[in-house]
């Protein structure tokens, strides 16, 4: 039996001790930035195997070391641990104990998944050609998120490569998705306040109505990406909140408007924040109104290394086989796994994890989230044979 098919029999072996865990993080969710039992768990574990450990890493970031027992390259490998701010309403034993809080992206299966693999490539250490990296992360559900200030104190120093997976409740049980190049977009967000001067519903002419300025600015934002933006580009522009006014018979003073921009390329980001503007400005001046306009730039796009992504595709087809590995279009959902391939080299990839037959087939954020947990072995087999492969390519 080879090295590699006796760690993925141990991932199998595993996989009640996997599942365990899972909901347990499940069942005791911790929103972003509030962590404090999650690190405290995933330290004690990495702790127990011998595994070097450090804690409060940027914030609440976790980091283990597997020293190999050959010189080589170093590999780091990447979980997030943070939950959503949503009322848990699956039926199922492993509900979310927390009012209003969930895991409703997976990070719990993350976690698991991460945690076996450590268990496996710490037990055969001595056979690694090289050295791994585990990066638990908090914070990735809310910007600034927690990847960058793990990289600025360092959890990336001296490694070669990063990859790291999403359990993607989207795509089905068995399959591994894939991209070179983009792979997720850039997540910014806006608001707008347009100031006006309100009056008497009856008297518009003696006010400057906040609101239908408002309504001109939507209508208006909405021939940016479709004939401002070169038609090749991706890029959304979506319009989420509107808020004015609070009786019927009162035009008022202020209005707000929020929403969110998604882009790949930074020169398409930059030119939708200077048409958003042009328009704002065009419809306040010409009103005699006034107007605040914040854009936040939320985290980068997600943009896998050809090199490596091509590597995970390999190694994926090696765990699941050939027709299960789709190479999958970009998608404009937001990660900051972007910063850590900024740094690095490297890649994301996505483990199908969606099963209507146990419930997994409601979207990211969803109050029924759920995935189908033998989804972990496949993430977990994954990211074991792209760490072999690239140390000992």
């Excluded at 006796?6 to 865990?21: A, K, R, W």
Aim: charged share 20%; glycine share 10%.
């Amino acid at each position: 039996m080879s090295t590699t098919e006796t760690l993925f029999n141990q991932i199998d072996s595993l996989y009640e001790e996997m599942v365990t865990i899972r909901r347990h993080f499940h069942e005791n969710p911790e929103l972003s930035f509030e962590e404090v039992e999650t690190p405290k768990f995933i330290a004690n574990y990495l702790t127990e195997l011998g595994i070097e450990v450090e804690t409060g890493v940027g914030g609440r970031g976790v980091i283990g070391r597997i020293y190999g027992g050959h010189p080589g390259k170093t590999v780091a490998l990447r979980a997030d641990f943070d939950a959503l701010a949503i009322q848990d309403e699956k039926d199922v034993p492993y509900r979310s104990k927390a009012a209003g809080k969930m895991h409703a992206c997976g990070h719990d299966g993350h976690t698991a998944t991460l945690l076996a693999v450590a268990k496996v490539l710490q037990e055969h250490r001595a056979d690694l050609k090289g050295n791994v990296v585990l990066i638990h992360q908090f914070a990735e559900e809310l910007a600034p998120g927690g990847a960058k200030p793990m990289i600025e104190a360092g959890c990336l120093e001296g490694v070669d490569a990063v990859f790291g997976t999403h359990l993607w409740s989207m795509t089905p049980y068995g399959t591994i998705g894939w991209a070179p190049g983009p792979s997720m977009a850039a997540a910014d967000r806006f608001a707008i306040k347009i100031n006006g001067r309100g009056g008497h519903g009856a008297s518009p002419h003696e006010t400057i109505d906040s609101l239908y300025l408002a309504t001109q600015v939507v209508s208006q934002f909405q021939s940016i990406v479709s004939r401002r933006i070169d038609p090749l580009q991706p890029a959304v522009l979506t319009v989420a909140t509107f808020k004015s006014g609070s009786a019927f018979n009162v035009i008022p003073d202020s209005a707000e408007i929020g929403g969110t921009v998604r882009t790949f390329d930074t020169g398409v980001q930059d030119q939708i924040i200077e048409e958003m503007d042009r328009i704002i400005k065009g419809v306040c001046e010409g009103s005699g109104a006034t107007y605040e306009f914040d854009f936040f730039k939320g985290y980068p796009a997600v943009i896998n290394h050809e090199k490596d992504a091509h590597l995970v595709a390999a190694a994926a087809r090696k765990v699941v086989g050939n027709e299960q590995v789709v190479q999958m279009p970009p998608i404009m959902g937001g990660e900051d796994f972007s910063y850590f391939l900024l740094e690095r080299p490297g890649a994301f990839f996505f483990t199908g994890a969606g099963n209507p037959e146990v419930g997994a087939e409601y979207p990211h954020h969803h109050p029924k989230f759920d995935f189908d947990e033998r989804a972990m072995k496949d993430a977990a087999k994954v990211l074991i044979q792209v760490t072999l492969d690239y140390l000992e390519a």
